[in-house]
């Protein structure tokens, strides 16, 4: 699942703007200051800012790990039914909206 974050840095300088680079994009992308998660696992982001007045140029580098969410079934349990009855419909329904597919 895509997941924007924004990334709020507190500089101890006034040196300008933040700027931020991704040392991986399969795990996800930077614009500016937001962070949008598109895969499973570890990326690193390195925020640099310019130095200003009596600052040097100040770098940090962070690693970010993205893991699966958790799922959970819902409308889904345990089932009394009578012999020779009508059919029963079951119709689970599972938090990541992915296929569900029962026994025959």
């Known amino acids: 699942m895509v997941k924007p974050y924004t990334l709020e840095l507190?500089?101890?300088?006034?040196g300008g703007a933040v700027t931020y680079k991704l040392g991986e994009t399969k795990v996800a992308t930077?614009?500016?200051?937001?962070?949008?998660?598109?895969?499973?696992?570890?990326v690193t982001i390195t925020a640099s800012?310019?130095?200003?007045?009596?600052?040097?140029a100040a770098t940090k580098e962070?690693?970010?790990?993205?893991?699966?969410?958790?799922?959970?079934?819902?409308?889904?349990?345990?089932?009394?039914?009578?012999?020779?009855?009508?059919?029963?419909t079951i119709a689970p329904?599972?938090?990541?909206?992915?296929?569900i597919t029962l026994p025959t």
């Open 10 to 14: 507190a500089a101890t300088a006034p």
């Open 30 to 42: 930077i614009s500016g200051s937001t962070l949008t998660t598109i895969g499973v696992g570890t």
């Open 49 to 56: 800012q310019n130095g200003g007045g009596s600052y040097k």
């Open 62 to 88: 962070i690693t970010v790990t993205v893991i699966k969410a958790d799922q959970s079934f819902s409308n889904f349990g345990n089932i009394t039914a009578k012999f020779a009855a009508a059919d029963t």
């Open 93 to 99: 329904v599972v938090t990541s909206n992915e296929a």
